[in-house]
Structure formats: C-alpha cells, structure tokens
C-alpha cells in the first residue's frame, strides 16, 4: 500500500453516486478508466482526510504529480496511471488537472462566488469526462457539452455534502455572494436542519445547476460509442432526477441520493430517451 492510500476512505468505484466503468463500458476500455477513477480516489481520500495536516497532504499530493509525470515512483497509484496512459498514448493532463483541484481543497476553504466555483469544477471535475471521452477515441467536440454535465454532477455533490463538508473539514462550496445575498452565513449549515433562507439559497443552486444540464442534454447523442453513450445518456438522467430532488428536499437533514428502487424506472427513462435520439439522428 502506498503511503497516500493509507489515508483511504475505502470508498470505491461501486459507492459512487453515478456509474463509474459500469458494464455498459466495453471491457477493453475499464481498466483504463479504473486505473484513473483509482489514482483520483487515492487523490480525493488525501484531500479529505480528516486528521492529515496540511503539509502532509500536499506532499503526498505532489508525489502523486511526479510519478505520473514519470519523475518519481513513490505513488503506486501515479505510476499505474502513467502506464497506462504511456500504452494508450494518452495525455496526463486531464489527471494533473484534477490533482490541481484536491490541491485546491487543501488550501481554499471559501468559493466567492459562481464563477469561482465553475472554475474549481474546470479542475475537479470535467477532466474526469474529457478523460474517458479520449480513451474511447471521441471528438474535443463534446467537451462542452461533457463539461456542463461533469460540471452538473459536481455541483449536485457539493448540495447533498455541504453539511458534512462545513462540519468534518470547515469547507464551503456554497457561493459567498449568494448566501450573503439571502443574509445566510456559512454556520448556518452546521444546522440541523436549513432554514428557509438557506433553502432559499440551496434552491437557486439546483436552478442554475438545471441549466448545465439542460445543456448537457445533447451530450449522449454526440457520442459515437453506443455503450459510452447509453452510459452518458443514465448519468444525464440521474442528475436531472437528483438536481429536481433538491429543488424541494432539505440536504442538511434529509438523504438525497437515490435508493436501489428508484434506479429501474429511471433507467427505463434513460434508455427510452436515448433510443428516440439515436432514431431521431438516424432520420
């Protein structure tokens, strides 16, 4: 085990909370994406952890850059991504991107405001899509339309963590303008509950977070891999499903995530959307 990896959370690519190389994806494309998703939790745990020092983070941080950069071996998990990447003939930018964000979370607990936050998700979120477009050999073209719903999903993240985040690590993604706007300081979300200005203020979220996905809407029917597609065209419908849950759902009290019963109906949605698109491209 690496000495980054013993900071683990023993989260793993099942525990997400969308697909992560699901068998929709083609065997010979999983452990490329896994190998990634792997060096990227090893990554997140280390930003995340409750009791490592600043200091501490940013060094294990750091040796994960250099061995996959190929200047250091001391990350098991940089070198196992380099490798791969080195055979795929791929870039290690969309990795180096995301190890920028976890920096990110070391040192920037506040985000002023929306823009600020669309960057953070520039880093921390949309090279994780631009990535497994380029394994799956796809156009640069879809990257906006992959970086609204990369985008999308991690500010759904970010709403159904915040109360976990304020209280184990003092971070706040929730724009400072915005809360300021409604008379709400950060301390509100230590709360057991939210009260109504703050609701107020998570809703406007979830309303600007609609229009990211309502421009990654076309994203699934740009995609020429069908089994990428399909997969994209779930994840979509996911995202649209949780983002409306948080429209009216209380995240400081409340779970929203969805239960093992919610996901057939909604599966059946995904693919009845994505068949219609594939036969509206194909007329």
């Not at 991107?97 to 002023?112: G, H, I, W």
């Not at 949605?269 to 509206?280: D, E, K, T, V």
Request: hydrophobic share 45%; with cysteine; proline share 4%.
């Amino acid at each position: 085990m690496s000495e980054a990896a013993s900071l683990g959370s023993g989260k793993g690519h099942r525990d997400e909370n969308f697909p992560v190389a699901s068998g929709l994806i083609a065997p010979r494309h999983r452990p490329a994406i896994l190998a990634f998703y792997r060096f990227v939790r090893t990554a997140d745990d280390v930003a995340d952890h409750a009791s490592a020092s600043p200091d501490e983070k940013l060094r294990l941080l750091e040796d994960m850059r250099l061995s996959l950069m190929g200047l250091s071996d001391v990350s098991l998990e940089g070198v196992a991504l380099r490798r791969v990447i080195e055979a795929r003939g791929l870039t290690t930018d969309h990795a180096a991107d995301l190890l920028e964000a976890f920096r990110r979370d070391v040192t920037k607990l506040r985000y002023a405001d929306w823009s600020e936050l669309m960057d953070y998700c520039r880093y921390s979120a949309m090279p994780v899509g631009r990535y497994v477009l380029d394994v799956h050999g796809e156009s640069q073209e879809t990257w906006p339309f992959n970086d609204a719903l990369c985008a999308a999903l991690q500010v759904i993240n970010h709403l159904q963590d915040c109360a976990k985040d304020y209280r184990a690590l003092d971070r706040v993604y929730i724009p400072q303008d915005l809360m300021a706007e409604h008379g709400v300081t950060p301390e509100a979300l230590g709360a057991r509950s939210a009260s109504p200005a703050l609701r107020d203020v998570l809703a406007e979220l979830a309303r600007r977070n609609g229009k990211l996905l309502a421009h990654s809407a076309s994203f699934s029917p740009r995609i020429k891999n069908k089994r990428l597609a399909l997969e994209v065209a779930v994840i979509q419908r996911l995202a649209e499903d949780l983002n409306a849950r948080l429209l009216v759902r209380d995240p400081l009290c409340d779970r929203v995530h969805h239960r093992k019963a919610d996901l057939p109906l909604l599966l059946i949605s995904a693919l009845a959307r994505f068949l219609g698109a594939r036969r509206g491209a194909k007329g």
